[in-house]
């Protein structure tokens, strides 16, 4: 969601002096490479500034720059936890989007005041007043209270900071109180251990005072205190309605986790803070070093990457093709894909990311139940009462004329329609769509077929039932349980071609002609074949009896048949990343 959240902070940084001329740079809080290199903001980033009315009244601003993608949405509830109000974007040109309308109703949920900003007035297909228009009509904010701006060009950027001023509440809090902190967000430092970000709710934290977690019971020394500028400054104390951080010497990860209430030792507050509902992944794939000797390496940078991103989960396993590695849960495509490449960059690892799945759930026919996303641990049909799949609830946004293509694209997905509204001249279509489907190049095809234009949100609705089958992938007549994968019985077909003719063209070529065969059960539904070297037996046959030939060629087709019954075929590790990796599929 590209609305200019990062560049109108950049004009509010400047405007107030908080960035010097050295360290001016675009997008300033997104502070990790991989966000610079992508024009998206990852992580939520706290800072602290200093504003002076024309009036002479001073303020202490605490910004924290939020992501707006739907896989970060994890990152924006905790940080909402941290704030009295927000400025809510949205684009002049685009309108509102739909993960502009579950940001908001996030907001409401906190009962958060909201001051709405339509960003980008100054581009040439700009309609501001439409926008506004728009969050009245689709969220029920007043369109006269928008604020009118442009974070290119810096247009009301001090009719911004004076709304901050004169709508959003201070905070209150009673600093004589027994300390009570929020840790919103926390990274690992190879020298300090453990450092928390916290909103302080009451009482005040300086150096040297003993503090306790509330989960972990575990109690501290506070080695240092400080605020974000957005780099750690260190600090005297934080007192209740500050925005800092903490480092007390915390080295075992498992003793902060994110949500948790800080308090004092001795004088300790009666009720933590509620917390925040834990993140559930829903989307799993498998992540293996490419040398086994990283593995330790590896589940060190799980570790520490998990105090960063509490959305994220791993747990070991192993594979018969790639080894030892961890099954690592995330909220979506593009949060994987960043767990990923923050593991290669920051930890300096080599890794191989199999295709990503959601999580069945299979009734039994003596009762139980279980969930598994491991084709390995999917029962026999004659065993199971029910299969259940997950389901999603999409909302789309986008003008008119993409409607027909991307209805389209919602029914190949096997996508049922709930409603379809008109805001503006823009549309939102409602569908309840199996989870597995948009897993792959959805995203993707969506963009596309929109030109761009089309804007995608979605909640997860549950389980419900499915017509699920485990396709088992053969080679040689033999079983690779490491590429046998489960889909819904109408799209089986199409991807056990799919597999089978890359793994035709990835085996090696034998003396003997080996297939590669897709099966649902007992029952071939695909194949290849990877042809055989072919040996010219006729090379010394000049001319004469064309019995000689058919002697030479049939004693070569029961050779060939006999090394195929004794010989085996060694499937490379190369054909099992073609297959396995998410790119293929």
Same mark, same amino acid.
């Given at each position: 969601?590209?609305?200019?959240?990062?560049t109108?902070?950049?004009r509010?940084l400047e405007k107030l002096?908080?960035?010097?001329?050295r360290?001016k740079?675009?997008? /300033?809080?997104?502070?990790l490479?991989?966000?610079r290199e992508?024009g998206?903001?990852?992580?939520s980033?706290?800072?602290?500034?200093?504003y002076?009315?024309?009036n002479?009244e001073q303020?202490?601003f605490?910004l924290?720059? /939020?992501?707006?993608?739907?896989?970060?949405?994890?990152e924006?509830?905790?940080?909402?936890?941290?704030?009295e109000?927000?400025?809510?974007l949205?684009?002049?040109s685009?309108g509102?989007?739909a993960?502009?309308?579950?940001?908001?109703?996030?907001?409401?949920?906190?009962n958060l005041e909201?001051v709405?900003?339509?960003? =980008?007035?100054?581009?040439p297909a700009a309609?501001?007043e439409?926008?506004?228009?728009?969050?009245?009509?689709?969220?029920?904010i007043s369109?006269s209270s928008?604020?009118?701006?442009?974070?290119?060009?810096?247009?009301?950027?001090?009719?911004?900071?004076?709304?901050? $001023?004169e709508r959003?509440?201070?905070?209150?809090?009673?600093p004589?109180?027994?300390?009570?902190?929020l840790i919103?967000?926390s990274?690992?430092d190879?020298?300090q251990g453990?450092i928390?970000?916290?909103r302080v709710?009451?009482?005040?934290?300086t150096?040297?005072d003993?503090?306790?977690?509330?989960?972990?019971?575990?109690a501290?020394?506070? *080695?240092?205190?400080?605020t974000?500028?957005?780099s750690?400054?260190?600090?005297?104390?934080?007192?209740?309605?500050?925005v800092?951080w903490?480092?007390?010497?915390i080295?075992?990860?498992g003793?902060a986790?994110v949500?948790?209430?800080?308090t004092g030792?001795?004088?300790?507050?009666? /009720?933590?803070f509620?917390g925040?509902?834990?993140?559930q992944?829903?989307v799993?794939s498998?992540?293996?070093?490419?040398?086994?000797e990283d593995?330790?390496k590896?589940?060190?940078?799980?570790e520490?990457?998990?105090?960063?991103d509490?959305?994220?989960?791993?747990?070991?396993?192993t594979?018969e093709a790639?080894?030892?590695?961890?099954?690592?849960g995330?909220l979506?495509l593009?949060h994987?894909e960043?767990?990923q490449?923050r593991?290669?960059?920051?930890?300096?690892?080599?890794?191989i990311a199999?295709?990503?799945?959601?999580?069945?759930r299979?009734s039994? /026919?003596?009762?139980?139940?279980?969930e598994?996303?491991?084709?390995?641990?999917f029962?026999?049909?004659?065993?199971v009462?029910l299969?259940?799949?997950?389901?999603?609830?999409l909302?789309?946004?986008?003008?008119?004329e993409? $409607?027909g293509?991307?209805?389209?694209?919602l029914?190949e997905r096997r996508g049922?329609m709930?409603t379809?509204?008109?805001i503006?001249?823009r549309?939102?279509?409602l569908?309840?769509?199996?989870?597995?489907?948009i897993l792959y190049?959805f995203?993707?095809?969506?963009?596309?077929?929109s030109?761009?234009?089309?804007?995608?949100d979605?909640?997860?609705?549950?389980?419900?039932e499915?017509?699920l $089958? =485990?396709?088992?992938?053969l080679?040689?007549?033999?079983?690779?349980?490491?590429?046998a994968?489960i889909?819904?019985?109408?799209?089986?077909?199409?991807?056990?071609?799919?597999i089978?003719?890359?793994m035709?063209?990835?085996?090696?070529?034998?003396m003997?002609?080996?297939?590669?065969?897709?099966?649902?059960?007992g029952k071939?539904?695909?194949?290849a074949? $990877?042809?055989?070297y072919r040996?010219?037996?006729?090379a010394?046959c000049?001319g004469g009896?064309?019995?000689r030939k058919?002697?030479l060629?049939?004693?070569?087709?029961?050779g060939?048949?006999?090394?195929?019954?004794?010989g085996?075929?060694?499937?490379?590790?190369?054909?099992?990343?073609?297959v396995?990796?998410s *790119?293929?599929l």
């Amino acid at each position: 969601m590209d609305h200019g959240k990062s560049t109108l902070a950049d004009r509010i940084l400047e405007k107030l002096g908080a960035m010097g001329v050295r360290d001016k740079r675009d997008q /300033t809080l997104d502070t990790l490479e991989l966000e610079r290199e992508r024009g998206i903001t990852i992580k939520s980033t706290p800072i602290r500034l200093e504003y002076t009315r024309p009036n002479g009244e001073q303020y202490t601003f605490n910004l924290i720059d /939020t992501p707006g993608h739907v896989d970060f949405n994890y990152e924006v509830s905790r940080s909402l936890a941290a704030c009295e109000g927000v400025l809510l974007l949205v684009d002049a040109s685009q309108g509102v989007e739909a993960q502009t309308i579950v940001n908001a109703y996030l907001a409401i949920d906190n009962n958060l005041e909201i001051v709405p900003v339509v960003n =980008k007035i100054d581009l040439p297909a700009a309609d501001p007043e439409g926008a506004a228009r728009e969050l009245e009509e689709v969220l029920g904010i007043s369109a006269s209270s928008a604020i009118f701006a442009s974070g290119k060009s810096g247009i009301g950027i001090d009719e911004i900071l004076e709304a901050v $001023v004169e709508r959003i509440p201070p905070p209150d809090g009673d600093p004589e109180a027994p300390l009570k902190a929020l840790i919103f967000d926390s990274f690992y430092d190879a020298y300090q251990g453990v450092i928390l970000f916290v909103r302080v709710l009451e009482g005040r934290i300086t150096k040297k005072d003993k503090v306790r977690m509330f989960v972990s019971e575990k109690a501290f020394e506070v *080695d240092n205190v400080g605020t974000f500028t957005p780099s750690l400054v260190v600090g005297d104390s934080l007192q209740a309605g500050d925005v800092g951080w903490i480092a007390a010497g915390i080295k075992d990860i498992g003793d902060a986790q994110v949500g948790d209430t800080v308090t004092g030792v001795e004088r300790q507050t009666k /009720t933590p803070f509620p917390g925040f509902k834990l993140a559930q992944p829903v989307v799993f794939s498998g992540l293996y070093p490419t040398d086994t000797e990283d593995y330790r390496k590896m589940r060190e940078a799980l570790e520490k990457l998990k105090l960063n991103d509490a959305a994220f989960s791993f747990e070991p396993e192993t594979s018969e093709a790639l080894g030892f590695g961890f099954r690592c849960g995330s909220l979506g495509l593009l949060h994987a894909e960043i767990v990923q490449e923050r593991l290669e960059r920051e930890y300096d690892l080599d890794l191989i990311a199999t295709a990503p799945a959601v999580i069945y759930r299979i009734s039994l /026919t003596n009762g139980e139940t279980f969930e598994t996303q491991n084709p390995a641990q999917f029962p026999t049909p004659d065993k199971v009462d029910l299969y259940e799949e997950p389901y999603i609830k999409l909302s789309i946004m986008m003008p008119e004329e993409h $409607v027909g293509p991307v209805m389209q694209l919602l029914q190949e997905r096997r996508g049922s329609m709930i409603t379809l509204n008109y805001i503006g001249k823009r549309v939102e279509l409602l569908y309840e769509v199996p989870f597995a489907e948009i897993l792959y190049d959805f995203h993707d095809r969506l963009k596309s077929i929109s030109r761009g234009y089309a804007s995608m949100d979605y909640e997860q609705l549950g389980y419900r039932e499915g017509d699920l $089958v =485990k396709v088992d992938i053969l080679v040689n007549g033999d079983l690779v349980d490491a590429l046998a994968v489960i889909v819904h019985r109408d799209k089986a077909y199409s991807l056990g071609r799919k597999i089978v003719d890359k793994m035709a063209e990835v085996i090696p070529r034998q003396m003997f002609a080996v297939a590669v065969q897709a099966a649902i059960g007992g029952k071939i539904i695909a194949r290849a074949t $990877v042809q055989a070297y072919r040996k010219d037996v006729l090379a010394k046959c000049y001319g004469g009896d064309i019995s000689r030939k058919k002697k030479l060629l049939n004693k070569q087709k029961k050779g060939k048949a006999r090394m195929k019954n004794i010989g085996t075929v060694e499937v490379p590790q190369e054909a099992f990343l073609a297959v396995l990796s998410s *790119d293929d599929l």
